[in-house]
């Protein structure tokens, strides 16, 4: 065997492997059309929103096959509160049944569940579940996924800049970390690469307005429930073939 001048340095030398969440891109997708899917199809608004959440377990599984490390899915905003009493029941139901039946997976899958957005609006029975979804999976370093629930972008600088109202002045690292913390993410706000929009709307709809300064957008016709692992493979390959500048110039014309 040959032998090597530079011996391994000691486990606790060496710096920390970056794990697949960490160095994989950050994709977050607003998940729209469900109800027109429905509704095209005679059914009602709540049918697209069941098909929508067997859509949400197949990108789940496929996210890591293309390179994605976080995934951010908007699946309730603050305003989505206005939407009829029934509706708003299916899809808190919808949210605990996935949590619960999804957490194995996400512990075999190694991927870690976390919910972003406002806490205290939650029903009780839906929150129980997040505590114990996120705790069962707060190892998985392949995917962090995180759904976003009663989820404001707006709000959510607000509250921050609230907490830090103290400080003489404040950097832009501790207003994401400050964003971080009043959605229950413990981390800085992470910077979107790319952000899907299925259901043919071309806006942002108050969905991590901090986080998507850079980011690259893709919208497609494809209302959510035929959203598939093919059609976010293709949102990122064309992702990879953007040239991504920062404000700044291309490379070949920088002289
Ligand atoms: C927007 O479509 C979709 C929502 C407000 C709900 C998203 C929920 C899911 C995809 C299902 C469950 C999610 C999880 C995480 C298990 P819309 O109803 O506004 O559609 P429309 O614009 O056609 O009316």
């Given amino acids: 065997m040959p032998q090597s001048h530079h011996p391994a340095k000691p486990q606790h030398m060496r710096p920390p492997q970056q794990s697949a969440a960490e160095s994989g891109i950050h994709v977050a997708i607003i998940m729209d059309g469900n109800g027109r899917w429905a509704t095209s ?5 709540t049918a697209g929103h069941i098909a929508g959440a067997r859509v949400v377990k197949k990108i789940v599984e496929a996210a890591p096959d293309f ?14 509160w206005a939407r009829p ?17 999804e957490v194995e997976r996400c512990v075999t899958n190694d991927v870690r569940m976390r ?6 609006r939650i029903p009780a029975e839906l929150l129980r579940a997040i505590v114990s ?9 392949k995917l962090d996924l995180r759904i976003a629930v009663d989820y404001s972008a707006r709000d959510s600088m607000v509250r921050a800049a609230e907490s830090l109202r103290d400080k003489e002045s404040i950097t832009r690292e501790e207003l994401a970390g400050a ?27 108050d969905f991590l307005l901090w986080e998507c300064a850079y980011a690259e957008l893709y919208f497609t016709e494809r209302r959510w429930p035929e959203f598939t ?11 990879h073939s953007r040239e991504r500048r920062y404000g700044t110039v291309p490379a070949a014309a920088a002289g």
């Fill in 41 to 45: 199809r005679g059914r009602p608004r």
């Fill in 115 to 120: 919910i972003i957005g406002r806490r205290d």
């Fill in 179 to 205: 964003m971080g913390r009043v959605n229950h993410w413990y981390g800085e706000a992470r910077d979107v690469d790319l952000l899907i929009r299925t259901g043919g709307e071309q806006r942002l709809s």
């Fill in 85 to 101: 009493s029934r509706e708003v029941a299916l899809l808190m139901k919808l949210f605990r049944r996935y949590l619960v039946s």
């Fill in 229 to 239: 692992a093919a059609d976010l493979q293709q949102a990122a390959s064309e992702f």
């Fill in 133 to 141: 979804a996120e705790e069962a999976t707060r190892h998985g370093r």
């Fill in 67 to 80: 390179g994605i490390g976080m995934l951010t899915l908007y699946a309730f905003s603050a305003d989505n």
